[in-house]
């Protein structure tokens, strides 16, 4: 396993120019800038649609220094097979094929294809980048929305159904790895794909990106959000290799802590939450608990 | 040497002779055996390949894709609603330049569900930038995989060779099996004009505005609108790079024809029926039925289909009497694909130089609807009298 | 040759900095650096270097001071939020521009 990185040992390398088009503030420049220190310069990837298309900049100008197919929409993975297939005949086995897409591309139209790589075993790292709805389009809901949130095509009712658990539905394919990470926790990042990089088949990293035009925050309160995603016990850092669930990183410290924040700062900092009554918060801390008491239980 | 063996198999020794090395393939009746045979060369070891099992077409043309823009050779195969599956794959194929050569096994489209053969498929992805060749007779697929292979990396625009489902895919036939040396002559390894590789680093076919734009060496770069005039304007001049694939074809094979079009008894022809793939030879024995009767009746059967050798077919349509266009597809709310196309062929290509020959269009065989000889020769010969409609008129309706 | 070539008539992009224009343009509010409260700077070593690691656009260098490329800075304020000694501070925009425009009304 690799030895926990510190801000000092991260390689300084940038794979990425400045100037981009992101957002001011985007979580997802601060995820990808230290997932491509990770994964290095023998490496290719594949972006569909997404706020990463946009990132990494329009014709003729890349912001990216590596590789990089963009693709259709549903066939993020399907792309991520073709190019290993091509690597193999040219016994180039030793780049990295990474795909980085966001959470519509994945849990919605994309799931398909993904299925179909992590069933066939192609052996990529697959980065869901989940900034919770279909941010680059106008912030859209998609199958990642917490409930309760406000997008713009849930505009007043707010999400009805849950956040679908993507990791799970991975998890469920006997992977070698599967991890969540977020962008507040970029060094956890960096080292789980040390980690993973080397795993035989299709890896899976589910990342979670505060976005603040979707999520409804002052920008300069990115890294404090979605720092509070995870002390609240609201969204858990872990790895599953091999079908072994262990929490991680910050999560696991507070299993040792036993103590959470209270999930409705977490929901109270950010505007689109701002229909959740306190009945419903109050359900959401109940769930958090029950998980979590699991949590305890095991470690005990 | 001469073998005996179906449709599918032909096209699949022809992606073998090619050495593709990279297949992807969703099965779909009645391409199956295409794929199947492929994935047996490849475990049997005798082709050197990826292959592999996608969930879905969308998904086969999507691993095609990307394995072509780092470098490989690759193929797949489909049909019906398998192609209409992959359409938005197959309108990227042709934007990004990739050299992919597809077998459409012709089938017919849902809704309703339909199995047997007709051209719906692979009529309606003519608009796509793909070059689109018909095939007529084994001999002819496994050619037409070995020139298209050719063709599409000459060019770099992606291929689909068709040939009728069932009645070419399951159905055996002597042809001609090619040797691998003189495919190989014919076909040298490919060597794209630029592969991905982190050696020499670039984002393809991301988001191109409108206008044209800068780029990092300070240059004006081409805007999506150039890139897609020179999609178009490359697909025009594939005609004469056609032209240069049988010529080559010819001199190491030994075989050839005209690159565009099939005649069959047209120079003193009055009346040339046209059509696409096995339906061209059925006709023959119409043909000769109808010459014995005096009629003066020929056969054009089209090959290339896109990009449209209009001149070509302008040019043997000249001093017609009539042309009949027998179709197992249209453009539904208006006729016949091919009538149409030929039409403005003609006008292009004729008008104002004499009498320009009616054109009737006929539509049969939809959803393998059997195409009777007898048929066949009674509404060609109808037609060398007068003409039947102006309106498509449907072969073989049981209303 | 044949990369020239495939390049005329595909969407293909080389890469280099300011995809997005000088998106120092985006700023309300600039980040300004006290010395004295900066950790690699009072230490005299490399340390800390939090802004540098959370900075999205990438233009906080990892430098003894850090320093902040304006050409790009959008303003986005997380190398203040996240500065563990507060050394960060992000100031109102206009105050540079109206600095600005005086030292040019001084030349004139």
Request: aromatic fraction near 8%; glycine fraction near 8%; proline fraction near 5%.
């Amino acid at each position: 396993m690799q030895a926990k990185t510190n801000i000092l040992s991260l390689p300084t390398q940038e794979f990425v120019h400045p100037g981009t088009r992101a957002c001011t503030g985007c979580g997802l420049a601060i995820a990808y800038r230290v997932g491509l220190k990770a994964l290095g310069k023998d490496t290719m990837l594949v972006v569909p649609p997404s706020c990463l298309t946009v990132l990494q900049g329009l014709f003729p100008v890349a912001s990216t220094k590596l590789p990089c197919l963009n693709v259709t929409f549903a066939s993020t993975a399907a792309a991520a097979t073709g190019i290993l297939a091509t690597l193999k005949t040219q016994g180039k086995e030793h780049i990295t094929v990474a795909a980085w897409a966001g959470d519509g591309g994945t849990s919605d139209i994309g799931l398909q294809a993904l299925s179909g790589a992590a069933e066939r075993g192609d052996n990529f790292i697959y980065f869901c980048y989940d900034n919770e709805g279909y941010m680059n389009t106008g912030v859209q809901r998609s199958g990642t929305t917490p409930i309760g949130a406000i997008t713009a095509n849930t505009p007043f009712k707010g999400k009805l159904q849950q956040k679908k658990d993507v990791p799970a539905i991975m998890a469920a394919h006997n992977l070698s790895y599967v991890a969540t990470c977020s962008a507040a926790y970029p060094l956890d990042l960096y080292d789980k794909i040390k980690n993973c990089v080397n795993l035989p088949g299709t890896k899976y990293i589910h990342i979670h990106i505060p976005c603040p035009p979707g999520w409804g925050y002052d920008p300069r309160y990115g890294i404090k959000i979605g720092r509070l995603a995870v002390e609240t016990g609201y969204y858990d850092l872990y790895e599953i290799i091999n079908g072994e669930f262990k929490l991680t990183a910050a999560s696991e410290k507070l299993v040792e802590k036993r103590k959470l924040v209270p999930v409705i700062e977490y929901f109270r900092a950010q505007s689109r939450f701002r229909i959740l009554t306190d009945m419903q918060i109050a359900d959401i801390q109940n769930q958090i608990d029950k998980k979590w008491a699991g949590y305890y239980k095991k470690d005990e | 040497m001469h073998i005996i063996e179906n449709g599918n198999v032909a096209a699949a020794l022809g992606v073998k002779l090619c050495r593709a090395n990279v297949i992807a393939a969703y099965p779909i009746t009645p391409q199956t055996p295409l794929t199947e045979r492929l994935s047996e060369y490849v475990e049997l070891g005798q082709m050197k390949a990826e292959y592999i099992p996608v969930e879905s077409e969308h998904s086969a043309l999507a691993v095609c894709i990307a394995a072509s823009s780092a470098g490989a050779r690759t193929f797949t195969a489909t049909s019906a609603n398998g192609l209409l599956y992959m359409h938005e794959q197959v309108q990227w194929a042709s934007g990004a330049r990739l050299p992919i050569v597809m077998c459409v096994v012709n089938r017919a489209v849902g809704a309703p569900w339909n199995v047997w053969n007709d051209q719906q498929d692979s009529i309606s992805q003519r608009d796509t930038g793909w070059i689109q060749i018909y095939c007529s007779d084994h001999q002819q697929i496994i050619d037409s995989v070995i020139k298209a292979f050719w063709l599409a990396e000459k060019v770099s625009i992606p291929i689909m060779v068709c040939y009728d489902g069932y009645i070419l895919s399951h159905t055996y036939m002597p042809f001609d099996l090619p040797e691998q040396e003189k495919v190989d002559a014919f076909l040298p390894p490919f060597k794209p004009d630029y592969a991905l590789s982190p050696d020499e680093p670039a984002n393809l076919n991301t988001v191109t505005l409108p206008d044209v734009r800068t780029d990092v060496k300070g240059e004006l770069a081409h805007g999506y609108m150039e890139i897609r005039y020179l999609l178009q304007e490359e697909l025009r001049t594939t005609l004469t790079a056609a032209a240069e694939a049988e010529k080559r074809f010819a001199g190491i094979f030994g075989r050839s024809g005209d690159p565009y079009i099939e005649p069959y008894r047209c120079d003193d022809a009055d009346y040339v029926a046209v059509g696409l793939g096995s339906i061209t030879y059925q006709l023959r024995v119409c043909v000769d039925l109808l010459r014995k009767e005096g009629i003066k009746v020929g056969i054009m059967g089209v090959r290339f289909y896109r990009p449209f050798p209009d001149a070509a077919i302008a040019n043997a349509l000249k001093g017609k009497k009539g042309v009949i266009v027998f179709e197992k597809a249209l453009s539904y709310g208006y006729e016949g694909a091919l009538a149409s196309d030929l039409k403005s062929a003609l006008y292009e290509h004729l008008a104002g130089a004499g009498t320009l020959p009616f054109v009737q269009n006929f539509i049969l065989g939809i959803g393998g609807r059997e195409i009777r000889t007898d048929d066949l020769t009674q509404a060609l010969r109808a037609a060398t009298k007068s003409r039947v409609s102006k309106e498509p008129a449907w072969i073989g309706l049981k209303l | 040759m044949g990369t020239r070539n495939y390049r005329r008539k595909t969407s293909h992009s080389e890469n280099g900095p300011g995809d997005g224009g000088r998106t120092g343009s985006w700023r309300v509010e600039r980040p300004v650096l006290d010395q004295s409260l900066c950790i690699p700077c009072k230490r005299n070593k490399e340390a800390c270097f939090i802004c540098w690691l959370f900075c999205p656009e990438i233009v906080i260098s990892r430098t003894i001071p850090p320093k902040v490329d304006l050409e790009y800075c959008k303003g986005c304020g997380i190398c203040a939020e996240e500065c563990p000694t507060k050394a960060i501070t992000m100031v109102d925009e206009a105050k540079f521009s109206e600095e600005d425009t005086e030292k040019k009304k001084k030349k004139d």
